[in-house]
């Protein structure tokens, strides 16, 4: 079993920046891939960004060049910057393991960006 443990949502105000925290403990193997997912109200979860063993980064079409997921292997934990937040970036962001055919999820942590 893999356990994520999640931190650094809130409210903020449009343009501001958060920076989201993942830290992953538990059977975690060798190679794996961790990244955050978003999910609006009414709507699916999507990704945000992910980031693999050898550094590969993936991000969604909606935040590239406004996020920065970053990784520290020693920690098994992963960071996501978010800069500029629109009201529309407002969701709940979960972290996910995914290793072989298994896939872990954290709880969430919402973020509202209102004014």
């Known amino acids: 079993q893999v356990q994520l443990v999640e931190s650094g949502g809130g409210l903020v105000q449009p343009g501001g920046s958060l920076r989201l925290s993942c830290a992953a403990s538990?059977?975690?193997?060798?190679?794996?891939?961790m990244g955050w997912y978003g999910q609006a109200p009414g709507k699916e979860r999507e990704l945000v960004a992910h980031t693999t063993n050898n550094g590969a980064t993936e991000y969604g079409d909606a935040v590239k060049g406004r996020v920065t997921i970053s990784r520290d292997h020693a920690k098994c934990t992963i960071y996501l910057q978010m800069n500029s937040l629109k009201p529309e970036d407002t969701a709940v962001y979960y972290c996910?393991?995914?290793?072989?055919?298994?896939?872990?999820w954290g709880q969430g942590t919402q973020i509202t960006v209102s004014s």
């Open positions: 538990g059977s975690i193997f060798r190679i794996y891939v």
């Open positions: 996910n393991l995914t290793q072989l055919v298994y896939n872990y």
